[in-house]
């Protein structure tokens, strides 16, 4: 900040922009529901020093500016740490480009592009206008950037979930494996989960870990995201040939998970004991989410939505949809959520 003659002090810095994401769709990570539906998110730079100041910042020096404090800094990645928790997903972050700018979007989410468009008004050169077209998004001018990753012949890529690498996880349904794409190399790699494989759904646990749905396996998946040791939880004889779909994680950190031919089921992840369940109305059950007391599925054959009570494990049916596929998680408005059905 500088202080104008006579006048308050003005943040010359400008804001940082964050373009969120939609919450994830049938599955996600421990905590609480995602904030689907967020569009764009803004945040002042965090705390400074106060004895810098910056009446003449050249933007390429730190030396002319007033930097982040160690409390700011402090501040900024438990911006960062909060966001993850409140698992909001983070595409682009736009900042000015003054230094303590960069620095607490770095330190929050490990990147962002500086764009002029933010500057505050009280740099030479911009003006209320300027920084308002900024502010309603300089992404909105240029549209969306779309960039493809080829993936290796014959793989059938089917679902795809965050790494916690910061990579992207997906399954390879036709040649039975787990792929793993670093994005900013575009390297691919392969983790084989076992002869007859069909990889279909993933997501990424709270332990940081791959979980994978495998109906050629008739088994749940576990990869670790370090080492990529392979770890299977086969269904019992009772429940062959599930056909299993896709996974979501309750509150307690136990996956729960769904197969088209009438069941779900739940791996107590403390232990590994995999239970299976047949799903009332029979075949069905695809989509599957998860809310602070309960877990939901939805049944493509029997067009309806169940609630499994995660202590009893029981499901019931709670609302008759056609042709329902996909759960996916709505945002919260005045600590209150839903759900939206994908048909």
Known sequence: MHRPPGGRRRCAAGPVRLQARCGAGHGGTRGPAPYGRVRDLYIRHTATDGTQDDPRPVLSDRGTQRNLSAEGRAQAKRIGAEVRRLRIPIGRVLVSPYQRTRDTANLAFGRGEATDALMNEAYPGTDDERLARGLRGPAETAGPSIKEFPVPDGAGPHDVA??????VWFTAQHAGYLGHLDPRTGEVGRVPLGEGSSPHGVITGPDGDAWV?????????????????????????????ANLNTAAFDRDGN?????????????????????????PG????????????AIYYASLAGSHI??????????????????????????????????????
């Open 162 to 167: 965050p790494a916690a690498d910061g990579g």
């Open 213 to 241: 749905t495998d109906s050629g396996l008739n088994a749940i998946v576990q990869v670790d995201g370090r080492t990529q040791e392979v770890s299977r939880f086969p269904l019992p004889a009772s429940h062959a040939d």
């Open 255 to 279: 996956l729960w998970f769904t197969g088209q031919n009438g069941v779900y089921g739940r791996v107590a992840t403390a232990t590994g004991e995999l239970r299976a369940y047949d799903a």
């Open 282 to 293: 029979g075949s069905g059950p695809y989509g599957i989410t998860a809310t602070d007391d």
């Open 306 to 343: 169940a609630r499994i009570d995660t202590e009893s494990g029981r499901a019931e049916v709670m609302a008759r949809v056609a042709a329902a596929r996909r759960l996916r998680p709505l945002c919260r408005v005045r600590g209150r959520g839903g759900h939206g059905v994908d048909q």
